[in-house]
């Protein structure tokens, strides 16, 4: 079903990640192409309930392509969690004479998203901009390629200090209830273990850990947690090595906020560039409550249903290629 679209509503909402702004510059700059008005909404879903909203032109969205974060702001907005938080961002919407939404978000983004678009029938179409990589039926989301790249170099930085005075370094990495940040920046890094949630128990995971990094010819290691693979991170796995092995002397390091940071890469500011115009098509031909994904370098739409409610898996190979090589 094709229907006219005179206006859309744009959002940027959850963890804010290196790219949103080239999805924002993207979706507003495709929309006015095909003749079709912007409306960038401030602060995510608070900002729709509060009516923070201004009109792009093109040029709102010139010289941000390059810029990290997001200049529409983002937030996590608890009174969306209620109908009546809700009913006042569809009152904001009439107002504003907004016809549909793109939202730029994570899971929680589009769970809300899609609750709104069944109660008001209003089409929305979800942009994936998490450093997680978490959502099932894309292979990328924007802001993860700069992420892993961002905590590569954090990794390539400790390993100096790491050889020199023989010790076990952990490091914490985001990635909310997924592994995927940790292991690939494990790989890239050429770490010793990456704790994940969705791998053995983590007293395995320990153990696989310091037996690799220990091997003779070796005098440190580094051992990526993800944050969430154990109650209290990096700094709990350090005392339950402690525990078991007093005789190595580890450091911590969490990388933090640092991991959202940074100018996204070219392939950050591509995938968002690409993911921008197809939801602008996509709304065009008559598309509602989908996200964009990417999927073998192919632009795909699926339903934001299976988006959200769809585990994506740790790839098992590359679970094996770190495995193989931390030896
Ligand atoms: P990230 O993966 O980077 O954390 P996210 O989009 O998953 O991003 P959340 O904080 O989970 O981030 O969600 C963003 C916002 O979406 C929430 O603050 C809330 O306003 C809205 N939201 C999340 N879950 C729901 C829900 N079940 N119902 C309505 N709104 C929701």
Not at 75 to 84: D, I, K, N, V
Not at 272 to 278: P, T
Not at 293 to 305: A, H
């Amino acid at each position: 079903m094709e229907y006219h679209i005179k206006t859309i509503g744009m959002l940027t909402s959850g963890g804010d990640a290196p790219g949103m702004n080239a999805a924002v510059r993207a979706v507003t700059r495709a929309a006015i192409s095909n003749g079709i008005r912007v409306k960038a909404i401030y602060r995510g879903y608070k900002g729709l309930i509060d009516g923070e909203v201004k009109e792009f032109t093109s040029q709102d969205v010139s010289g941000i392509i390059q810029r990290g974060g997001t200049i529409i702001k983002s937030a996590r907005c608890e009174e969306f969690l209620t109908p009546e938080g809700r009913k006042r961002a569809h009152e904001t919407l009439k107002r504003e004479k907004i016809d549909a939404l793109i939202v730029i978000g994570g899971d929680g983004t589009f769970t809300g998203g899609r609750l709104f678009a069944q109660e008001y029938n209003v089409p929305v179409i979800g942009i994936p901009g998490t450093i997680d990589n978490d959502l099932w039926g894309t292979d990328a989301t924007i802001g993860y390629d700069t992420s892993l790249n961002t905590i590569t170099d954090c990794i390539d930085k400790l390993r100096d200090t790491a050889t020199s005075h023989e010790r076990v370094f952990l490091v914490e990495v985001m990635g909310r209830d997924a592994g995927f940040l940790t292991l690939n920046a494990a790989i890239a890094g050429g770490c010793e273990a990456a704790i994940i949630p969705e791998r053995a128990t983590v007293k395995e995971q320990i153990e696989d850990a310091i037996g690799n990094g220990r091997r003779k010819s070796k005098n440190s290691s580094i051992v990526l947690v993800q944050e969430h693979a154990v109650e209290g991170g990096a700094g709990k796995v350090a005392e339950m090595i402690q525990k078991v092995h007093p005789e190595y002397s580890t450091r911590v390091t969490v990388l933090g906020h640092l991991q959202r940071g940074g100018s996204p890469s070219a392939y950050d500011r591509i995938l968002a560039s690409r993911m921008g115009v197809a939801a602008i098509q996509a709304l065009i031909d008559g598309q509602r409550n989908v996200m964009v994904g990417l999927q073998k370098d192919e632009i795909v739409l699926v339903p934001l249903n299976k988006a959200i409610h769809q585990k994506k898996d740790i790839e098992e190979d590359k679970w094996q290629t770190m495995l193989t090589l931390s030896i």
